[in-house]
């Protein structure tokens, strides 16, 4: 099964404010292995970006105003995610914008039927916990020291990481192996997979019996 891993950047919080997306980024996954098949752009919205989102991406009205426009990517857009599962982290945030990017040409809206919400699974699985991204690298121990900003597709390849653990599957680790007959590495490699076990805080523990006890009340009496 393939799915897209999907991540923007954009101008401000709200599309009803106005706000535009400035980058998409996306990474394809099939049977939960990334297939390298990425797609990526930086946009011109045709807006300033506001203070608050500049601080969190670093992207400037300079740099971006020489980039497309949305319109002359979103049929390749489209064709690359079409028929696959959409994998988001706050995915109400991001279909907002791109729903809203493609109203303004006119285009057919994504269907919420057709996400999946890292952000709905972690609140699922670690009731009261820090579910952003970063707190989820964390749990997970996946590195991502190379975040110094919010940018699509590190955020996607953080991303795709926490997914496959919140699903509780083995994530690929590649490792490559010397040729005897010389010393360069071949690209004969062999998958070994590590699975990560987490084990709760007493906090969570506390925090998980409380939410138990409010859905049985809620449901039960």
Do not use: W
């Not at 601080?55 to 028929?83: M, P, R």
């Not at 690929?172 to 590495?185: D, G």
């Not at 490699?189 to 809620?218: A, D, G, Q, T, V």
Request: aromatic fraction near 8%; glycine fraction near 4%; include cysteine.
């Amino acid at each position: 099964m393939k799915e897209i891993v999907l991540d923007t950047e954009t101008t401000g919080l709200s599309v009803k404010d106005g706000h535009r997306i400035v980058e998409i980024g996306c990474i394809e996954l099939e049977n939960l292995i990334p297939t390298k098949k990425v797609f990526h752009c930086y946009l011109n919205p045709e807006r300033r970006v506001s203070e608050s989102a500049l601080k969190v991406h670093g992207y400037t009205d300079k740099f971006l105003s020489d980039k497309k426009k949305f319109i002359d990517i979103a049929d390749d857009f489209l064709e690359f995610i079409s028929g696959k599962k959409i994998v988001i982290h706050n995915a109400e945030f991001d279909i907002s914008h791109l729903n809203n990017e493609l109203s303004l040409i006119n285009k057919k809206s994504i269907s919420k039927d057709n996400v999946i919400d890292t952000l709905e699974i972690a609140r699922n699985k670690y009731p009261g916990s820090g579910l952003s991204l970063d707190a989820l690298c964390k749990r997970f121990k996946i590195d991502n020291s190379k975040r110094e900003k919010h940018t699509a597709l590190i955020d996607c390849d953080l991303l795709s990481k926490v997914y496959i653990n919140l699903l509780g599957q083995k994530e690929p680790v590649f490792q490559f192996k010397n040729s005897k007959k010389n010393n360069n590495l071949r690209d004969e490699s062999f998958k070994n997979y590590s699975k990560i076990i987490i084990k709760p805080s007493e906090k969570e523990i506390m925090e998980h019996k409380k939410f138990i006890n409010r859905e049985l009340k809620k449901n039960f009496y």
